[in-house]
């Protein structure tokens, strides 16, 4: 087999990279160990950057997202009573979609299949060959069990953490930041209509709560709890007491609702750079992990895969390097920027047991209620910074 990128990954990135590749003329293929109904019932991130939902309607992949996402202008910040609006528009002039990525990734898979490039599902055995020369190749095993390879001028690695790419580009001359947090988050998808307008971001002595939302009638909601935490040990109504109680305010109470699933995410950050070496491009979770807190992840990986297109086109139709060569500084200096937003949002809002932290966490919170910059601060942030930052 024969193309110009190959493509090691078909979550979000590594399928809209090759669709905005596709729409400019540089052929691909997209490899994934896993199964086409695997792909699109991974539950992740929801919340979308005005760039974000840009660039999926400008690749003609918007339909759907503008139909049925819910474009939000601002969240509350809540602590012990007060509930403060941030207003994006007013602040910033940008706002947010709530789009789960599960979404997108299915809006995505339609398109790559109903003529898009090659997408191929349950393969296994993937390693990458020869990444410092011009010609580097993918070996893997296909769905039939049949061994491959994929000759190529590139190779983009949009397989995640636990993916192949990355380690072969840290071999070269790598270096690797990382942060664990000492709590997690338990979430829930609820069938109950959410009970507020915008998500709100609540702090309270017994740690952080999220309330978000997936619909008009789903509501996704989460809780600071202990890394260790079993879920097991999380009755429903342990659940919606909780959240009861972290979300308290006069007047105003949690819809309650069937829970359909629930889980214990870890907190971490990640950074790994750089993010080439020779022809193996990185992109999305395979570089970089933050704590959900900042909403950073997928927007995160779409503005990773809108730089390296326009770089793989000029290095491929242009003959020119410099877009590729310079790829890997211009990635992460979003990359860190996004990070310190989402260490900070993490830091502000989730409860460490130290009073001395907990006072600190409240002067900020009024802060930022009671301060236009700093409100404006957060919400230039949040609602995504340029591409070229």
């Not at 691909?28 to 991974?42: G, H, I, P």
């Not at 070496?277 to 895969?305: M, S, Y």
């Not at 006072?359 to 409100?375: G, H, T, W």
């Amino acid at each position: 087999m024969r193309t110009q990128v190959g493509i090691i990954g078909a979550g979000p990135a590594g399928l809209l990279l090759s669709r905005l590749l596709h729409l400019r003329g540089i052929d691909s293929v997209v490899l994934e160990n896993r199964s086409r109904d695997y792909v699109e019932a991974r539950i992740r991130a929801g919340i979308l950057e005005q760039h974000t939902v840009d660039t999926l309607t400008d690749a003609g992949v918007g339909d759907r997202l503008q139909r049925e996402g819910l474009e939000h202008r601002g969240i509350y910040l809540q602590y012990p009573g007060t509930r403060h609006k941030l207003d994006f528009p007013e602040l910033c002039g940008r706002t947010v979609w709530v789009y789960g990525q599960t979404e997108v990734t299915k809006d995505l898979i339609k398109a790559q299949l109903d003529g898009g490039p090659p997408l191929l599902f349950d393969v296994s055995d993937v390693s990458v060959e020869d990444v410092d020369g011009d010609s580097p190749r993918i070996r893997f095993t296909g769905a039939d069990g049949t061994p491959q390879v994929l000759e190529c001028d590139a190779i983009a690695g949009t397989d995640g953490f636990h993916g192949v790419s990355r380690p072969v580009v840290q071999a070269g001359s790598g270096r690797v930041w990382e942060r664990t947090y000492p709590y997690a988050w338990l979430g829930i998808l609820a069938d109950a209509a959410p009970a507020t307008d915008e998500l709100i971001y609540a702090w309270h002595p017994d740690g952080f709560a999220l309330y978000s939302m997936r619909s008009p009638k789903v509501s996704r909601l989460y809780l600071q709890v202990d890394p260790g935490e079993k879920i097991e040990d999380w009755s429903d109504d342990r659940i919606w007491e909780n959240l009861a109680t972290r979300f308290a305010l006069d007047g105003w109470e949690v819809n309650t609702g069937t829970i359909t699933e629930k889980s214990v995410l870890p907190m971490r950050s990640f950074v790994s750079a750089p993010l080439r070496r020779g022809r193996l491009f990185l992109a999305g979770d395979a570089a970089h992990i933050v704590p959900p807190t900042g909403a950073k992840g997928l927007n995160l990986a779409v503005a990773d895969v809108t730089l390296l297109a326009s770089a793989l086109v000029r290095l491929l139709q242009e003959k020119q390097t410099d877009l590729v060569d310079s790829y890997s500084d211009r990635a992460l200096a979003r990359v860190w920027r996004c990070t310190h937003f989402s260490w900070f949002m993490t830091s502000m809002l989730h409860r460490s047991g130290d009073d001395f932290d907990a006072e600190l966490q409240l002067s900020q919170l009024r802060r930022i209620a009671q301060s236009e910059p700093a409100a404006r601060e957060l919400a230039e942030n949040y609602t995504g910074l340029p591409l070229e930052y």
